[in-house]
């Protein structure tokens, strides 16, 4: 096993991941910025390393101080989390070159999924169906309102490098087409670098299910079930769940099956996600592939009991699964809500600020908080604005859900503002209560008549 594993990260992942690797007899490396210095994952690190000021393209993104810094203290692997590098195939391939472990799939990997419009033509070959669209880039706005008036408005625009909600416009008209290119191929080039977009015909209202995947070096794939994350604002996750409440036990095997050979079309190792669209007749489209470990990932651990994050540093060590398809079970149901520093009443305007007091709800059986606040900590304003994941398991989804109320009531953030009130609004909807949402819920049901408190 490894001796020394190096986090390319911050936040609650990157206590996430430290945590994961003590249980395993494994030191530990943080690295933060300037902004960070006083961070819960650089105290609970064996060492720490500053590696640049506050702005993430300095730090978290700088690819020859995180290297310099595994290099430094003599790391073998380096675990990037989710976001910042997690998914650059240029940065994997020069841990490879530096006899780094990459704890997370091959570059090539990386870099044939990371390009969405190589994705879908990677699925089409291998028989996974994908939503109707184009086959390759769209090289100008005259041939995107050719391929629109063919497929039929509506229509989704999409950035080939993206994610996150980067580079993704909705387009319900012809009339509507010109400036979405414009300004999605803008958005795209700022955020990635790379201008190139694509068109998928829209599903909606769907319900966005991802299928979770654990692969070895040696051929061997399962996968762990399927999260509902259809409950979604501005295309950003707000709440997931497993198992989804409208996927039967034969519907679940097959999405699984589709998952697994997706994952071996492209000879997929470690862990890594499947997103699918479910229309309102129960066909599954293939939207694309996260080549890394997900912020919703608990609510897997909770129901098969598998610790994912140790999967994926047990198979980057080169050992085998462990486990076959027939021998993952599925127990209960488990409920994650993310916790934002913002502010829903001002449009969900982000909420820096110093933690006065902090109490979580870290009590009872099935409640786990995934967190790296403490009181006196002053979240920075550099980065996302997500500080906790609650996650509850129960039995049966209304347990959950029950206990997901309990446990949002003893939340408490004082000095900054949080989403902590949003949530229970939404997990206490009748809608939500009956699993009756889909993608179009939150956005057009849900916001336009939820008052926050005075």
Partial sequence: MFSKIL???????????????????????????????????????????????????????????????????????IHPGFGFLSENSQFAEMCEECNITFIGPKSKTIDEMGNKIHARQLMMDADVPVIPGSHGSLSSVEEAMTLAEEIGFPVMLKAAAGGGGKGIRKVMSAEELPKHFDSAQQEAKAAFGNDEMYMEKIVYPAR??????????????????????????????????????????????HLGEIGVRAAKAVNYQNAGTIEFLRDEEGNFYFMEM???IQVEHPVTEMVTGIDIVKKQIEVANGEPLGITQEEVTFSGHAIECRINAENPAFNFAPSPGKIKNLLLPAGGMGLRVDSAMYSGYAIPPFYDSMIAKVIVHGNSRFE???????????????????????????????????????????????????????
Wanted: aromatic residues 6%; proline residues 3%.
């Fill in 400 to 454: 959950a859900l029950m206990k997901m109320q309990r446990a949002l009531t003893e939340f408490v953030t004082d000095g900054v503002v949080t989403n902590v009130e949003f949530q229970m609004d939404l997990i206490s909807h009748p809608n939500v209560i009956a699993g009756d949402y889909t993608t179009a819920f939150l956005q057009e049901d849900f916001l336009p008549n939820w008052k926050p408190e005075e």
């Fill in 7 to 77: 986090i390319a990260n911050r936040g609650e992942i990157a206590v996430r991941i430290i945590r994961a690797c003590r249980e395993l007899g494994i030191r530990t490396v943080a690295v933060y910025s300037e902004a960070d210095r006083d961070a819960l994952h650089a105290e609970l690190a064996d060492e720490a390393i500053c590696i640049g000021p506050a702005k993430a393209v300095d730090s978290y993104l700088n690819v020859k101080q995180i290297l310099s810094a595994a290099i430094l203290t003599k790391a073998e692997a």
């Fill in 290 to 292: 996260n080549t890394r």
């Fill in 208 to 253: 966005h299910i991802e299928v979770q995947i654990l692969a070895d070096n040696f051929g061997n794939v399962i996968h762990l079930g399927e999260r509902d994350c259809s409950l979604q604002r501005n295309n950003q996750k707000v709440l997931e769940e497993s198992p989804s409440v409208v996927i039967t036990a034969k519907e679940r095997a």
